[in-house]
């Protein structure tokens, strides 16, 4: 019996299918499902409660303290990424002695775990016995210890860690992009004339919008719903309410408060924030790129 | 016919090997899975020493104990609940025993206490675990809050008696303050502020929630509790609200801080561990009695005293109540107390008078941090997080919810770093507690 290229097609995307299912359309469905609940987080009790989790949190303060706390977090993080990964790119793409070596280093934030990072990370910027405070000490810059996961600068140390964890990622994604960059473009720019800014602006930028629309894309992402690095610098110590995020107040709503109904409401609603802003960022950008 | 031959073998042999997995698998050990918070390698080893000793007893039986840190336990019981799969037995916060026994999701340990002997167990710490009349926790050792302060300095000030009252202790945080020294240091962390927060409106007189459940927290005794908190930060480290528990024993023995408010017995393994050696003991680092508040007349401080619980709907719960029976065997129990032995008062008055306890070289350097903490025990000075009345621990279910919440230290962090009037955040304080007890249910009011 002959099966028809047609059901062999099916077939064959069977398991793809059942995968996506099960990885995905049903984590989505079973969390937006939840949220229309007043569930605790581990005990079989559960009512329906429409839209009532929303409203709860459109008028709960905490939720739009998250909500502002995550933003400033994501977009400071993102653009300090950016910036310093273009440049860290545009460096390590110019020959010089050791280049490879940096290149390795360069990476070195990316690749260690984030529990490693962040435990150094606290014992660095500890108040009292930090190396950071006592630098700053030393050299007179401050008279006070500094309390760097204190209320007043958790927030950017949080963002300075996030950045130096998380830059490597744009630092490859850019050098891998410069490094297919014809050179004649280049030389051709330098024949008529313009210096190493009007050819940064005008050939390696235009050459770099496609990676630098993924790139922040992902980051943006990535960054906005976040968890562990926020998480792991307020455990044992850490003003963490200052840099409660939305992913940790989803957390917490979870596994602490026990209310599973809001915490998956949280994170629907994190959930249509990136949705919302990936379609205005592709109508945007890549519209016109006209691809 | 050669091959038909090296096929029958090579089939024996498998079918051999089958029945041996088999035979091995119908016979196979009863698991008792057992949960501890104890981390640290000496009680691990003990634990380990103690299960080895019980499976050689019981070769029927094979215990599988995991160390788990206390920030995760609570998710992993409940996890575990969840899925209908508990162990066998788990150590637990109080809040959270009193909380699974409401949900029927405990069996009762009469059996082991009756094993060990009612008598024979310290009267505070029946009351942890008895719900009606069955115990439904059993705690493995106690340790309770102690307020820890360098006597060199005190002396060097003429200090000599501990603080009786909040404006005493502030008085003597002031002195002991200096540009090199502060006065007092005290953990940030939420778990830490609840424990405080409960402490000190006991020993204020206070109440968090009233028979109806309703928060307290814009009552008198709260306002009082956080205008101290505020007072008593103008002593401590900038950037307290930063510190977990290690950091501000560290102050202690780092030498930056003159008293901590939240030391416990374990502290005294780590000033013996960092702290230069001829610092190293009770001529340096004592304990005074906590103080009281205006609105009380008694000192109060936290008792960190997990319970042992046993999960219905676990597999082997008989054969972990032999386990708990042979880990309250003195020579067992001794040898798990002497891994932390300031920390881990023991719960039978027996090991308490024991010789080899008694002997034991830190209970002998640091008796005073133990005299104080039997001094609590035996007055019913102490109590469980969060508890301020025994009865508590069985009308208000909904503690470990309000602790994981972190209303609790939001207030305190409102008022003493953000500079918000107590009367907001208090206020603000109550609403969130009370949105959380009626969407949880508790709410009676």
């Not at chain 2, 698991?31 to 499976?55: C, D, G, K, M, Y």
């Amino acid at each position: 019996m002959k099966i028809s290229s047609q059901k062999t097609g099916i077939m064959l995307i069977m398991p793809s299918v059942f995968v996506i299912c099960a990885l995905l359309v049903y984590p989505v469905s079973y969390g937006i499902w939840l949220s229309f609940f007043r569930k605790h987080s581990f005990f079989p009790e559960q009512n329906f409660v429409g839209l009532a989790n929303y409203v709860y949190l459109l008028k709960d303060p905490d939720f739009w303290m998250s909500l502002r706390y995550g933003t400033i977090y994501s977009f400071s993080t993102i653009s300090l990424q950016i910036i310093i990964g273009i440049i860290a790119a545009l460096i390590l793409h110019e020959s010089f002695r050791g280049r490879n070596f940096v290149r390795g280093i360069v990476l070195f934030p990316y690749m260690i775990p984030t529990v490693v990072a962040i435990l150094l990370w606290k014992w660095l910027l500890n108040s009292e016995f930090g190396l950071i405070n006592y630098f700053l000490r030393t050299i007179g810059i401050a008279k006070e210890p500094i309390s760097w996961i204190g209320k007043d600068h958790i927030m950017t140390s949080l963002i300075l860690i996030s950045v130096w964890e998380f830059f490597p990622f744009v630092v490859l994604s850019v050098l891998g992009r410069l490094q297919t960059i014809p050179p004649d473009l280049y030389e051709a720019a330098k024949v008529d004339g313009a210096g190493a800014f009007s050819r940064f602006i005008h050939i390696t930028l235009p050459q770099l919008r496609n990676v630098l629309f993924v790139v922040i894309l992902l980051r943006s992402i990535w960054m906005f719903t976040k968890f562990d690095t926020v998480w792991l610098l307020t455990q044992g110590g850490g003003a963490e309410k200052y840099i409660r995020t939305l992913p940790v107040y989803a957390y917490m709503r979870t596994f602490m408060y026990y209310q599973a109904g809001l915490g998956s409401t949280l994170a629907v609603i994190m959930f249509g924030i990136l949705i919302a802003f990936a379609a205005i960022y592709f109508k945007m950008f890549r519209r016109e790129e006209g691809i | 016919m050669q091959f038909e031959k090296k096929y029958r073998v090579v089939l024996g042999m498998v079918l051999s090997f089958v029945i041996v997995l088999c035979g091995t698998a119908f016979a196979a050990q009863k698991v008792v899975h057992v949960w501890h918070t104890e981390t640290n390698p000496l009680s691990r080893t003990a634990i380990a020493n103690i299960v080895a000793r019980f499976e050689a007893l019981h070769p029927d039986i094979k215990v599988e104990a995991e160390a788990l840190a206390w920030g995760d336990l609570e998710g992993k019981i409940m996890a575990g609940l969840a899925a209908g799969s508990p162990p066998e037995v788990s150590h637990g916060q109080p809040v959270t025993c009193a909380a699974l026994q409401n949900k029927g999701l405990l069996l009762p340990l009469d059996e082991l206490v009756n094993h060990i002997g009612e008598e024979n167990i310290w009267d505070q710490i029946k009351k942890v675990g008895k719900f009606g009349d069955h115990y439904y926790g059993l705690v493995h050792a106690a340790g309770t809050s102690l307020l820890v302060y360098r006597k060199d300095l005190a002396k060097e000030k003429g200090i000599v008696e501990g603080p009786k009252t909040w404006e005493d202790f502030l008085d003597i945080a002031e002195a002991l303050t200096t540009d090199d020294m502060y006065g007092v240091t005290i953990p940030g962390d939420n778990l830490f502020i609840n424990i405080l927060t409960g402490e000190l409106t006991k020993a204020n007189g206070g109440i968090l929630f009233d028979d109806q459940n309703r928060p307290q927290f814009t009552g008198k005794s709260m306002m009082e509790m956080l205008d101290f908190w505020k007072e008593l930060t103008k002593y401590m480290p900038p950037g307290w609200e930063a510190h977990g528990y290690l950091e501000t024993f560290a102050n202690m023995y780092g030498q930056k801080a003159a008293m901590m408010y939240q030391g416990y017995g374990r502290g005294a393994s780590l000033i013996e561990q960092y702290a230069p050696e001829h610092m190293a003991n009770t001529d340096y680092f004592d304990v005074w009695i906590k103080p009281h508040g205006p609105g009380g007349t008694k000192p109060a401080a936290q008792v960190d005293e997990e319970p042992w619980m046993l999960f219905k709907g676990s597999r082997n719960p008989q054969e972990a109540i032999e386990f708990l029976k042979f880990f309250y065997e003195d020579d067992n129990y001794l040898e798990y107390i002497q891994t932390v032995p300031i920390h881990f008062f023991p719960i039978t008055k027996s090991l308490r008078r024991n010789k080899d306890y008694l002997e034991t070289p830190m209970i002998k350097k640091w008796k005073g941090w133990l005299d104080v903490q039997q001094y609590y025990l035996e007055n019913d000075l102490v109590k469980p997080t969060l508890i301020i009345d025994w009865k508590d621990l069985a009308e208000k279910p909904y503690l470990m919810e309000i602790l994981g919440s972190g209303i609790l230290k939001d207030m305190v962090m409102e008022v003493t770093k953000e500079d918000v009037a107590l009367e907001k955040a208090t206020a603000r304080a109550q609403k969130r507690a009370e949105e959380l007890l009626e969407r949880g249910g508790y709410a009676k009011w």
